[in-house]
């Protein structure tokens, strides 16, 4: 083979990789593991773009390397292939989702084969799968099995509750439970029927039936999280979307909260994505009071992190979707109250946190009073106040909260600074208002004030001291048709499991991906959607579980993913362990990655695994950006002109396909037939070139700015682009992609491939010894790549391949000893070309069973050095002189030296200054 051939030698080892299985992991005792993943892709029908890679081509570089090292590498690829858009495709087509889905994995595995990863395939796992979706419902039933005992700080067997409420009742239970669970002795639980005992038993178990607040879209005809809502409308689709109540399953992920705060001190994740994990999670100290409302029975409870100002307490301030707002709104405040109430609790709670300019809200009229002192204050409605954050109200103390001030400012509401001794630490600088004094807790330090009142509240049994957390458990359902069944059935209203060996429960057959008429989700139009027990038959629950269910336990799936009889080996758990290295976006940081870690925990706490953090060292890549490019239409015509010429005309821009656009420069023809209204284009060109204009966007459809892989690898090879797309820049940071700076890598390629053969394109290998500066060229190289690839800086390492290539061109090397160890250096970067030119070297094992080349620091140290030799002031030559020689040495060398002879025309000199090691100086 005479030329560089991308596409004859990329097929050729991908050819290879598969037949003999050269990726496939297996348990290796002998070895270090280490256990690389990326974040599970969702296999859209679009495929992939050039951004998506980004991540893939990482930890591919890094498991590569890792082989190299010796280590017995895991690095498997898989489809989280539920979702929404396969299941709106199909109420769209009639098209089944399974059909849909299995198109777009086709095509997301070819192109992902394309780019020659080393995945193991082998372990390739789908969550829409019902050898899949099996474990993901046993996880489910496990954890409906199961509760959260305080006093162990961990999850335990449902049978031992029962137990303990058989012998004593519920009396010194210290378990995660339903604020409202009663206190019931054993006589009392003994004679309650099996209605009744499961009702409590939903109030303790780890995942529950709850009316909870939702967002419904009925458009989609599903809940939507917080994620999909923006504005009132879904992301998907844009369509209203309303806030109501739906019995749903949730998840107690609140029982784990302190644990998920301490874990991530124990792993390696960037700092920001703890803090949103911390932020999200939301861990307060403060008491939990109760006002009476004037009037009423109802009493309202409020959750303050700052109870030492009580005193400054002016209104309190409740969710528009509390429960007793109906009931407070007084006849005189009814029409706005509610006209209020309508609209604001349509906002998602994502839009009502993060919107702090509009001020809204509504009086209901009614009071409560100030259990402190006694004092009526009045009941706000406001949607700054969510729901599921704490009782869903707050005591507003305006001087020293700044929610609180704006709105007592928008409002007209009265204004109390608090004379005490906390206003420091995160209070609010109030401005103006009237001055009080905190009495009893007047002149104390914050935190001997807030131990005080609490202690006050608790004695009065007014209130009590809690450590509240922001984080709501997680709701478990969706109203969709594409997601796992859950394994439940009904009877007499409760939830009851199903027996595990009727798992898989498979999703049925419907007649339409729609809701029904009446609301009820798609699964109500399966025929026969009913579970038989002795009992006789029941109603299956008819909500499938979200999206992130299967996302959160699949790292274990890949280990074991052919296992019939366990979700994983637990042995085979234990060799394999945490994620070494997990590369995905930080989007996920507050979704997925702490659903992964609540489900891991419990694992761990029922003893299947052995690990409680999934995930040691986490990358978040950056995204690559499109670089859209511009054509200019005259105004009035269809006639389009060039940048350069542009402003001498009144034009409008106008989006173009970037792939019909090559260094900026328009392809006229393929322009023409790319729209039909601008089959009659015509153009002025400068040069007899149409140049376009170019910005940096996010890469997206409507720019026209998506960048097909494919494409890339068709004109210039799959090793082109993985190595470009690390020279973009570091792999955190955001950068645009620029085809028209791909031919400098490409180039490089052709430049090492000429390396390892003549003028004639022949294989042209030496065994001759290296010179020293081949070593040296290498062995930096070896030094420059270990460090980086250590430090996961992969774009500086494609540099030093550039810089390496250069100079071994220049040193017209061709020996083996230098050139065997570049291939392997390059080949977790560009492992096609790399396999092929250790083939031409000899090999006939694959590369990556190779060794990474050792670094040895002795072909860096210099032992010569050229020496600049100036004679009366001005450098005439230079000397390569070894480092060892004396100053006598050096002045010698230099007087023999035939240009320094021919300056002195015979004469002897007036005076030599010799630096060794710097400079040599001759004035004659």
Known sequence: MADYNSQEIEKKWQTYWEKNQIFNAKVDASKPKFYSLDMFPYPSGAGLHVGHPLGYIASDIITRYKRLQGFNVLHPMGYDSFGLPAEQYAIQTGQHPAVTTEQNIKRYTEQLKNIGFAFDWDKEVRTSDPAYYRWTQWIFMQLFKSYYDKDEDKAKSIDSLISRFENKGNAGVNAVCDEDTSEFSASDWNNFNQEKQQEILLKYRLTFLA?????????????????????????????????????????????????????????????????????????????????????????????????????????????????????????????????????????????????VKTISGAFTGSYAINPFNGEEIQIWIADYVLAGYGTGAVMAVPAHDERDYNFAKHFGLEIRQVIEGSMEEGSFPGKGGTIINSDFLSGLEMQAAMDKAIEFVEERKIGKGKIQFRMRDAIFTRQ?????????????????????????LVLPEVDKYLPTEDGEPPLARAKNWNYKTAEGEFPLERSTMPGWAGSSWYFFRYMDPKNETQFVDQEIA???????????????????????????????????????????????????????????????????????????????????????????????????????????????????????????????????NVVN????????????????????????????????????????LKKLWKL???????????????????????????????????????????????????????????????????????????????EELWAILGNEKSIIYASFPEFKEEFLIENSHEYPVSING????????????????????????????????????KKMIVVPGKIVNIVI
């Open 211 to 355: 009316e909870t607040t939702v967002n419904w879209c009925a458009a989609l005809g599903t809940v939507l999280s917080n994620d999909e809502v923006k504005d009132g409308f879904s992301e998907r689709g844009g369509h209203p979307v309303e806030r109501k109540k739906m019995m749903q399953w949730s998840m107690r992920i609140t029982a784990y909260a302190d644990r998920l705060l301490k874990g991530l001190d124990t792993v390696e994740w960037t700092e920001p994505i703890k803090e949103m994990q911390r932020n999200w999670i939301g861990k307060s100290k403060g008491a939990e009071m109760v006002f009476q409302v004037k009037g009423h029975d109802k009493q309202i409870k409020v959750f303050t992190t700052r109870i030492d100002t009580i005193y400054g307490v002016t209104y309190l301030a409740l969710a528009p979707e509390h429960d007793y707002v109906e009931d407070l709104i007084t006849e005189d405040q009814r029409t706005t109250a509610e006209a209020y109430v309508e609209v604001a609790k349509n906002r998602s709670e994502r839009d009502r946190m993060t919107d």
């Open 756 to 834: 390892y053969h003549d003028s004639n394109g022949e294989v042209s290998i030496s065994n001759e010894a290296p010179s020293q500066e081949e070593l040296k060229t290498l062995h930096k190289t070896i030094k420059k790549t270990e460090e980086d690839l250590e430090n996961y800086s992969f774009n500086t390492s494609v540099a030093s391949f550039m810089i390496c290539v250069n100079e071994l061109t220049a040193l017209k090397c061709n020996k083996k000893a230098i050139l065997e160890p570049l291939a392997i250096l390059v080949s977790p970067y560009a492992p096609h070309i790399a």
């Open 574 to 704: 234990k060799y394999w362990g945490a994620v070494d290295l997990y590369i995905g976006g930080a989007e996920h940081a507050t979704g997925h990655l702490l659903y992964s870690r609540f489900w891991t925990k419990f694992l761990f706490d029922i003893g299947v695994v052995n690990i409680e953090e999934p995930f040691q060292k986490m990358i978040n890549q950056g995204m690559i950006q499109g670089r859209s490019n511009f054509v200019y239409r005259i105004k009035g015509s269809n006639k389009f002109i060039s940048l350069g010429l542009k402003d001498d005309y009144e034009t409008s821009a106008m989006h173009v396909d970037v792939n019909i656009v090559h260094n900026d420069q328009l392809n006229l023809d393929k322009f023409k037939t790319w729209r039909p209204d601008l089959a009659d284009a015509e153009f002025i060109l400068e040069d007899g070139k149409y140049i376009c204009g170019a910005e940096v966007e996010k890469m997206s459809k409507s720019k026209y």
């Open 709 to 748: 892989p494919d494409d890339i690898i068709e004109r210039y090879g799959a090793d082109t682009l993985r190595l470009y797309e690390m020279f973009l820049g570091p792999l955190e940071q955001f950068k645009p992609w620029n085809t028209n700076g791909i031919d400098g890598v490409s180039k490089f």
């Open 874 to 909: 001005k450098m005439r030559t230079k000397l390569s002189l070894s480092l060892s020689l004396t100053k006598e040495e050096i002045e010698k060398a230099a007087l023999e030296d035939e240009i320094v002879q021919k300056w002195l025309e015979g004469n002897a000199p």
């Open 480 to 504: 969709r048709y594409w997601g796992e069944p859950l394994p439940v059935y009904f009877k007499d209203g409760l939830p009851y499991l199903i027996e595990e060996k009727d798992l898989p």
